[in-house]
């Protein structure tokens, strides 16, 4: 059983039958370091699951980039905007690490009732589980402080702190890199 087929079925909990017939949409892709899954104001025509490696969402402003998300390994990666609204896509998604997926394109992502009946409802728990993710988000900003947030990061992602640039980290939870910098001195003493 792949990585994929194991994520599906222990999440959403789908029959074998289904299982195998979801992950036959799929195919294996893979990016090499900062190339591009996606870019900003270009159509995404594929959802991953990222088998291994990092992705990191982000968008170039006036004054500075700005990171959204960053993606790893057990994760799906898309501009959900283009690939469900035909939009083109608001996110830069580019590879900080090489990166191998499982890919499903555009057309099989809409074809996949016809091979999965539970299919629709399969896909309200999947939007759920990024609207909370995002609501989560919101909440930290709200009504946390930056120690609050990075703890937050510490207990979800701390395996990204060898991965990846710590401004992209700092960018992510809204903080300067010195802030960051600082909070993570004061929380290793």
Known sequence: MTELETYIKSYFGV???SLKNMALL???TSLKRNDFFCQKNKPCSQLSFIKSGCLRVFNQTENKEVTQWVSMQG??????SSLIFNNPARWNIQAVTDCEFYTISKTNYADIAE???EWPTLEKLFLA???LTLEDRVYSFLSMSAEERY???INHKKQLFNQIPHHYIASMLGMT???LSRIRKKSIS
């Not at 994760?75 to 959900?80: I, K, Q, S």
């Open 151 to 153: 703890e937050m990061f």
């Open 26 to 28: 799929f195919e294996k």
């Open 129 to 131: 589980k990024c609207f």
């Open 15 to 17: 029959s074998e039958n």
């Open 177 to 179: 890199p010195e802030t």
């Open 115 to 117: 091979h999965v009946p």
């Open 75 to 80: 994760e799906f990666v898309t501009d959900l």
